[in-house]
């Protein structure tokens, strides 16, 4: 009997969190309102010195069949850069509207992939000839969320709660649950998908440093998003049913991290986990991203890597 994603999911992020103990907030000796103002403080101070980065990127990707086997693994090292366009508000409170935008991606921050390594089960690609694309759900910056969840404008959108304090890698962490008041229902059309539509409130959590006061992990629970897209090919069944509509389930886990940019130290994303579920609960893929080397972007800014073994 096949599982449901809630299974998967759950275990994912319960392995994410093996390490955290949890305690009562009522143990901290400070307020869920000191503690919301001073994470919105630090968000507002990276939107307002957020410059154009770039950074080594490192992405594995598994793909899976209905039976739970790995059926293709893709391993990419690329110079990653970014240079976000701040969107300080969300239009009616439609934050997966937001999203979808990002993920597509839009104008909320642009990014840039030049590939310097590309593999698929082990077999070393011409880049000359590979082309590197993505799930589109697996797409977008690592900022949406970290501007969006915690922007003063936006604060009507979201209840928020204060979960308790847990251990995290040897930290106090408080635990914020996030969970948007009214549910986003919306339609999307794209160049490549024909439609993409939601109807779903927008539920997650915020892990913040207990002595910082920094966003150190952000996860976003079960989103579900149905696509319609044209068939392939000319067969008979094509011409009469044109369009396949495709239910995913996903969800993404953000790591952030001090890094030193110039004279100051900003708190730059240092991986991204996304996990795609099939409508039956079937795992389908999982994308890990990883960051580094953070620098200031300019003409002349190179990333160097150690020598990929062929």
């Not at 093996?18 to 400070?30: K, N, P």
């Not at 940019?261 to 099939?278: C, E």
Request: include cysteine.
């Amino acid at each position: 009997m096949k599982q449901k994603y809630v299974c998967p999911a759950i275990q994912f992020l319960l392995i994410s969190t093996m390490c955290a103990v949890s305690a009562s907030a009522q143990d901290a000796d400070i307020s869920f309102s000191e503690i919301f103002q001073a994470v919105r403080k630090n968000v507002d101070f990276l939107k307002e010195n957020i410059i154009d980065l770039l950074s080594s990127e490192e992405i594995t990707i598994e793909e899976f069949n209905d039976s739970g086997k790995t059926t293709k693994t893709t391993n990419i090292i690329s110079e990653y850069r970014i240079f976000p366009e701040i969107k300080n508000s969300i239009h009616n409170c439609r934050v997966i509207y937001d999203i979808t935008e990002s993920l597509l991606p839009t104008d909320i921050l642009r990014e840039e992939r030049v590939l310097l390594s590309a593999k698929e089960n082990g077999k070393t690609q011409r880049l000359d000839k590979y082309e590197f694309s993505e799930h589109f759900l697996a797409k977008g910056s690592s900022y949406v969320d970290f501007f969006i969840l915690f922007d003063e404008q936006n604060e009507k959108c979201f209840n928020y709660e204060l979960k308790g304090v847990e251990k995290l890698n040897g930290r106090d962490v408080y635990v914020i649950e996030i969970k948007q008041r009214n549910a986003d229902v919306g339609t999307k059309h794209t160049e490549t998908i024909e439609n993409i539509f939601w109807n779903i409130k927008y539920e997650g959590s915020a892990l913040i440093d207990a002595e910082t006061m920094e966003i150190v992990q952000l996860k976003r629970d079960g989103v579900s998003l149905n696509y319609r897209a044209q068939r392939n090919g000319s067969s008979p069944i094509n011409e009469i049913f044109p369009y396949v509509t495709t239910r995913y389930v996903f969800f993404t886990q953000y790591e952030y991290e001090k890094v030193k940019i110039k004279d100051q130290y900003l708190n730059l994303p240092g991986s991204k986990t996304v996990r795609l579920f099939r409508e039956n609960g079937q795992l389908y893929a999982s994308y890990k991203y990883r960051y580094g080397n953070y620098m200031a972007f300019t003409v002349d800014t190179k990333i160097l890597f150690d020598a990929i073994d062929e």
